[in-house]
């Protein structure tokens, strides 16, 4: 038997047989020749092949915007696949009208792709739109030859139509005309459609490839992805979700970057976390990329793994019926070499919870400021019992751990500077103590981000940072420009 996955695609109802891991742009230009979806980069850096995936979520239908070119099809199973063409009628929608009344395309590469952003932004919107937000949900998509400030009025013009302070759900963006008509029927269509046949996420079979997101296998892999057997692992359900049991955080291996920085549990543990996130990748890919995934591809300027491995967190792993835990200090073992064993799927990830007066922080400095990897990046975590307790017993370092990627082939947890600052006072002396253990620690090289002294500069400007941020009351960049 072959697969069989049913889906929607614009108003029409879809079962297709071909393999789970062909992406959906190709699926979409070569078998329905809907080639509005546009082939950029196919990287996940360009944004011209965004497309929108309705999911029903209890009663709701929830969209969310997709890079096809980094989405497996057998991911459409049971879901609505929305292109340009869904959205094109006789008269244009709001959306695309305000692009053409500020000019904000030229040869029209990039702008099926804005308006499905535009479209995927305003259709998760349920309260007033934003222009902070529109620019946000834009962030993955490049445009050529148009130029930014066109499009950025477009879509004031759209908040200054649309924002009225309604309530905004499904039926008012059909009302409105942001969608066509046919929108009013997907949730019933979509309980009606058979249940697809994935042989191939079969126990029995074996497969070549193991996807969570995509968004690293298909940058890496994808020429080979389409014939290969595949096993998407968004369809266990149960690898999903955050939760806390007694003074442990459980997160699911296939928690999204967009999950795991929104989620209560951890902005107590991290404050900042949605502000750390924005620095990593794009909107479109924080709905998509895992945290299992940034860890298992071992990244030596991972974001995540970097972060996590500040909070000493630890790893569940599983083959079959064996569950073994890992802490994730001892998981990265070379470049990209881990201590997954072969058939073994990481299912979770957990932190101990720290106590209150635990205080984070994280750095990252790449080449531009969004929507690029590392060249240096650094978290750190210190423990104290309590906020007045660091004042009253002399500032005193009680736990303290320091991680980094980008000096090193794997993500780094800096041991020896990280031991060396533990009982030490927050002070210029303690820090400057530090950095020539952190420089012995590191093993930086030359690449595309940067020399390998301009690394061993960020290492030791990231270290100092990470105390300022958190202990400007004992230390200030000053004291280190007088005395370094
Ligand atoms: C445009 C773009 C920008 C990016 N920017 C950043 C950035 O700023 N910072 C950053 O850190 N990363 C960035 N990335 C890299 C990437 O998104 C992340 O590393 C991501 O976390 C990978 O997760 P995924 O779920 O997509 O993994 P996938 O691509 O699905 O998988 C990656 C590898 O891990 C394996 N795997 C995944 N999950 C599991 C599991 N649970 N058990 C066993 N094996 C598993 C897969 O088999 C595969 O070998 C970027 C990527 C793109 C395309
Ligand atoms: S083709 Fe560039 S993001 Fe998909
Ligand atoms: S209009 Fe030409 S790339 Fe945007």
Not at 198 to 223: C, H, M, R
Not at 394 to 417: C, H, N, W, Y
């Amino acid at each position: 038997m072959t697969d069989q996955i049913h889906f929607i695609l614009n108003d029409r109802t879809v079962c297709t047989s071909q393999p789970t891991g062909v992406t959906v742009l190709d699926y979409l230009r070569l078998s329905e020749k809907l080639t509005g979806t546009k082939e950029g980069c196919k990287e996940g850096g360009c944004g011209a092949c965004t497309v929108l995936l309705g999911e029903l979520q209890g009663e709701k239908l929830v969209y969310k915007t997709f890079l096809s070119c980094l989405l497996p099809l057998g991911e459409l199973s049971g879901k609505h696949l929305v292109t340009i063409e869904g959205l094109n009628r006789e008269q244009l929608s709001p959306i695309q009208q305000a692009l053409v009344d500020y000019g904000a395309t030229q040869c029209g590469f990039c702008t099926p792709g804005i308006v499905m952003s535009l479209t995927g932004y305003l259709l998760a919107s349920e309260k007033d739109i934003d222009r902070a937000e529109v620019k946000t949900a834009l962030n993955n998509n490049l445009c050529r030859c148009t130029g930014y400030g066109a499009i950025k009025r477009a879509g004031s013009k759209l908040v200054q139509s649309l924002g009225n302070g309604e309530v905004h759900n499904l039926e008012t963006w059909i009302d409105r005309g942001i969608v066509p008509e046919y929108f009013r029927y997907i949730p019933d269509r979509l309980q009606q459609l058979p249940q697809s046949i994935l042989e191939s996420e079969n126990d029995k079979v074996s497969p070549k490839f193991v996807i969570a997101g995509g968004t690293d296998l298909y940058v890496q892999q994808g020429d080979i992805l389409a014939e290969s057997t595949v096993r998407l692992l968004n369809r266990s359900p149960q690898m999903k979700g955050i939760s806390t049991d007694g003074d442990r955080l459980h997160i699911g291996a296939l928690t999204t970057f967009a999950e795991f920085a929104n989620h209560s549990a951890m902005i107590e543990l991290i404050p900042y976390i949605q502000t750390y996130i924005q620095r990593i990748a794009s909107h479109t890919i924080r709905q998509r990329a895992t945290v299992g995934g940034n860890i298992i591809t071992a990244s030596p300027i991972g974001d995540i793994s970097v972060m996590l491995l500040a909070l000493n967190a630890d790893l569940v792993l599983q083959a079959g019926d064996d569950i073994r835990n890992v802490p994730l200090r001892e998981f990265f073992q070379g470049y990209k070499k881990t201590a997954k064993k072969s058939g073994e799927i990481l299912t979770e990830i957990i932190i101990a919870i720290p106590p209150s007066a635990t205080k984070f922080n994280s750095e990252k400095v790449s080449k531009r400021q969004y929507l690029d990897c590392a060249a240096v990046n650094s978290a750190l975590s210190v423990a104290a019992p309590s906020a007045n307790a660091i004042r009253c017993e002399g500032d005193t370092i009680r736990e303290i751990s320091i991680s980094m990627g980008g000096v090193a082939p794997i993500p780094l947890f800096l041991k020896q500077t990280s031991n060396y600052l533990i009982g030490k006072r927050v002070n210029q002396e303690a820090i400057a103590g530090a950095l020539p253990l952190l420089q012995g620690e590191i093993s930086p090289i030359a690449d595309i981000h940067g020399s390998a002294s301009y690394k061993r500069l960020l290492a030791r400007q990231l270290l100092i940072a990470h105390f300022t941020k958190l202990f400007p009351e004992f230390i200030c960049l000053q004291d280190f420009y007088a005395t370094n």
